[in-house]
Every structure is written in structure tokens, then in C-alpha cells.
């Protein structure tokens, strides 16, 4: 069994993915092709956002809007400690700080009710990240940082599909920061991601940045990068696209499937799904003080699991200059010390998330072997 199996799709729609790229090829528009602007358009609708700005990388792509927000040095960024180092790597790169502010246990989200206390006067920009599938409360931080006239990133390289209180994460705040890199819910083949905005300031800005900081031929008002996405990789996405809605609602049924197949066993506690969330679980994981034993058990019976973020990021050496210890954000150290990821692909099929569920419900007969 395949942690995340990317095969079977591929072979499913491998006719669509090859007669795209062929197309790519024969136009030879490598670089800001038509399908880079189709794609966008579509995924502009999908989300309900005005704009899309299609770009090389999740990591770009947050780089991106920092930029665009105008961050840099001496200014502060608030985001979680638990996440993929992307998040807080991109703050640091512009010389601002990351200032972390703890997550909820159940949703592995932050916890909205630490953040007021964590602005300052050099507070520049506020990224909750959509960890896993599903978005934080975005209503309670829009408007702690409505309070205070700061932007709100939302970091959706984990739940585009998602959706909050109705309406498209990604489509959420200020600006929304994707990826589709390829194990992520919408995931090209290759390096890729976008950037969402209903501002059409901010839109402008994210189009110069990712050509250069180019305006117009010949032209650069402001510093930018190369960050545009590669044409083929926006053919492909199309193809994916079409099959994407259908691939939610799958990732949806299998997260409740594993929910109450792995409800009440001893020692599993499973993810919670906020009261107004749909989650497209890029990835499903439980914590577990027996962690270990959990995987081990899975191992045996030839089923891989992963434990992502085991070291939360103010515990990261690169960010030791922040002076912070263990013990400074306990729910974050809690929960990466216990997560455990399960095998998890919309083509997961049932026969094999019953195996998973089993050998991991029966994780205690091996403590008695
Ligand atoms: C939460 C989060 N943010 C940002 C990124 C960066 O995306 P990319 O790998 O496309 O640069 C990732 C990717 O793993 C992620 O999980």
C-alpha cells in the first residue's frame, strides 16, 4: 500500500495528462502559455476569488505576498509553530521575525483566542495555516486583525478544496497562498502554486513579483523573483482539475471512515473537524502517546505512516537566534511529539483503509506479544 498513491489517478486520466502536454509542446509557450491563463481563470472561479496569480512554488507563493505586503527587516510576522517550515522560513527571509503563536490540539490549527496577545506594534502580517485539509477559525482572526488594520495570509498549501462557514479556503482573508506540489490535495508534477486575492492592488503587485518585479517591458519599480509556473505544469492541472471535485468528496468520505473505524480505540485520539469546516484531509492524523507502537503495528502488516513536524519550528535550530525553549508552545510540542499520519489518497480503496484501520486498532496486542 502507498502512503500517497499518485498512480492511480495519473493512469485513470494519462490519455488527457499526455494529449495536454502535447499541446504545450506544439504551441512551444513554455513560459506563461494560454494554459497558464486558463488555469487561473478556473481556479479564480473555483475558489470565488477575483483573482489568481498562478506561481512556481507554495513557498514562492508566501514569499510572494510578504513581499507584495511590503514585509522586511524589523517587522514581525505571526504563525504557528507547527507546520512546515515554509511558513515561518519565508518571514526569516525578508529579515522579518516569525512570532508563533500556539495551535488547537483537535485541529492542529492555531488557537485564535493566543493571537491578540502575540501583536505589536511591528506586527506586519498575520499567516494561520490551513494544516492538514482544514482552515482555523478565519472569522475570529480576520477580525482580531481587522482591529489592528493587518493583513491576513491565509497558508492553504494544505486545504485548497476546503471549505469554511461555505465559502472556498483559499477565498478567505486578505490573501490566500496555495501549492500543488504533487502529494498536495490539488498536486501538479512538479513545483507549483497560487496565490488568491479579491485586491486588485495587491493582484498587480503579485504579477509584477513573479516576473521580476517587472511592470511593463523593461520596467522595474520594484525588486521581484523568477516565480511563474511552468506552462506544462498548468496543462496538466487542468486535466486534474476536472477530476478534483469528485476526488473531495472521496477524501471526505474516507476521513470519516477512519474517523469512526478508529473511534473509542484505546489511546487514538482522531482529528476534529471544526463546526462550519468540510476538510479535504491532505493528510489524516491521529495523535497517540503510543505512537510508536501505533506505527510499528501498522509496519508489520506493510503499511506506511509518517509523523510530519516532529520537531515544531521554534525548536528548529535555524530559529534558535529566537531565544524560544521547550515548554513555549506545549500544544504544538504535544501534538508533534504524537501525530501519526495514515495512508491517505482520494483512490485509497476500502479494502485497504480497513487494513490500516485495523492493525492500527489493534496496536495494543503487540505490546502484549
Ligand atoms: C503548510 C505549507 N506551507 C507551505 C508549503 C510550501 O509549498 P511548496 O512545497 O509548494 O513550496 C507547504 C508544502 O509542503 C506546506 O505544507
Redesign the pocket.
Known amino acids: 500500500m502507498q502512503f500517497i498513491d499518485l498512480k492511480t489517478r495519473h493512469c485513470l486520466i494519462e490519455d488527457n495528462i499526455n494529449a495536454s502536454i502535447q499541446k504545450v509542446m506544439d504551441h512551444g509557450q513554455f513560459i506563461l502559455g494560454p494554459e497558464v491563463r486558463e488555469l487561473e481563470g478556473k481556479l479564480a472561479e473555483y475558489t470565488g476569488s477575483k483573482h489568481c496569480i498562478t506561481v512556481s512554488?507554495?513557498?514562492d507563493s508566501?514569499l510572494i505576498a510578504l513581499m507584495a505586503l511590503g514585509v522586511g527587516a524589523g517587522d514581525e510576522v505571526i504563525t504557528v509553530p507547527y507546520?512546515?517550515i515554509?511558513?515561518a522560513e519565508v518571514i526569516a527571509l525578508l529579515g522579518a521575525k516569525p512570532v508563533f503563536v500556539d495551535i488547537c490540539s483537535g485541529t492542529m490549527n492555531m488557537n485564535e483566542t493566543l493571537l491578540e496577545s502575540a501583536i505589536t506594534d511591528k506586527t506586519k502580517a498575520i499567516m494561520p495555516?490551513s494544516?492538514y485539509g482544514q482552515c482555523p477559525d478565519m472569522d475570529a482572526i480576520n477580525s482580531i486583525a481587522g482591529k489592528y488594520n493587518l493583513p491576513v495570509i491565509e497558508?492553504a498549501?494544505?486545504s485548497f478544496g476546503a471549505t469554511y462557514k461555505g465559502k472556498k479556503s483559499c477565498n478567505l482573508s486578505t490573501i490566500g497562498s496555495t501549492?500543488f506540489?504533487p502529494s498536495k490535495p490539488l498536486g501538479c508534477y512538479g513545483?507549483a502554486?497560487a496565490l488568491f486575492t479579491n485586491d486588485d492592488e495587491l493582484a498587480e503587485k503579485f504579477r509584477w513579483i513573479r516576473v521580476h518585479g517587472q511592470q511593463r517591458k523593461h520596467h522595474h519599480p520594484i525588486l521581484g523573483l523568477n516565480g511563474r509556473m511552468d506552462t506544462i505544469q498548468a496543462a496538466i492541472l487542468l486535466e486534474i482539475l476536472e477530476v478534483f471535485p469528485e476526488e473531495v468528496q472521496r477524501r471526505e468520505q474516507l476521513g470519516q471512515t477512519y474517523s469512526t473505524g478508529l473511534a473509542g480505540v484505546e489511546d487514538i485520539s482522531t482529528p476534529t473537524v471544526g463546526e462550519y469546516n468540510t476538510s479535504v484531509y491532505a493528510q489524516y492524523t491521529i495523535l497517540s502517546e503510543h505512537r510508536e507502537q501505533i506505527q510499528q503495528s501498522l509496519k508489520v502488516k506493510d503499511i506506511p505512516s509518517v509523523s510530519y513536524y516532529s520537531v515544531p519550528l521554534h525548536l528548529q535550530p535555524v530559529f534558535a537566534h529566537l531565544g524560544h525553549k521547550t515548554g513555549n508552545f506545549p500544544v504544538s510540542e504535544n501534538v508533534a511529539n504524537q501525530c501519526l499520519s495514515l495512508p491517505m489518497s482520494p483512490y485509497l480503496s476500502e479494502v485497504n483503509q480497513a487494513k490500516v484501520i485495523n492493525a492500527a486498532s489493534r496496536w495494543l496486542d503487540g505490546m502484549t506479544l
Do not use: K, N, Y
Request: aromatic residues 12%.
Open positions: 512554488s507554495g513557498t508566501l507546520t512546515w515554509s511558513s495555516v494544516i497558508d498549501a494544505q501549492s506540489f513545483d502554486g
